[in-house]
């Protein structure tokens, strides 16, 4: 059985979003080319708090982790809860 290994994430951008959604478009860090983001973006984002997307010009990676501070998390329970 094959043994899994951490990946080595130095050569991957991470964008850091915190309290808001991914943008609609990104230019790749690698190539300078203007990227759409995909079409699910937005839901991947927010079910596991990162994405990946790959430049369709160069094939370079580059991620989005969703950061949530607790006053967000707070003002998102009292409207909820209508308080």
């Known amino acids: 059985m094959a043994e899994i290994e951490k990946a ?7 964008t850091v979003l915190t309290d808001r959604t991914i943008p609609k478009s990104w230019t790749c860090p690698h190539c300078g080319k ?15 708090f990162k ?12 991620a989005w982790e969703l950061k949530l501070t607790d006053d967000f998390k707070r003002k998102v329970v009292e409207y909820l809860t209508g308080k």
């Open 34 to 48: 203007r990227q759409k983001t995909g079409m699910y973006a937005e839901e991947i984002l927010m079910e596991h």
């Open 8 to 14: 080595i994430i130095n050569s991957v951008d991470v």
């Open 51 to 62: 994405y990946l997307e790959h430049c369709g010009n160069c094939g370079y990676v580059h």
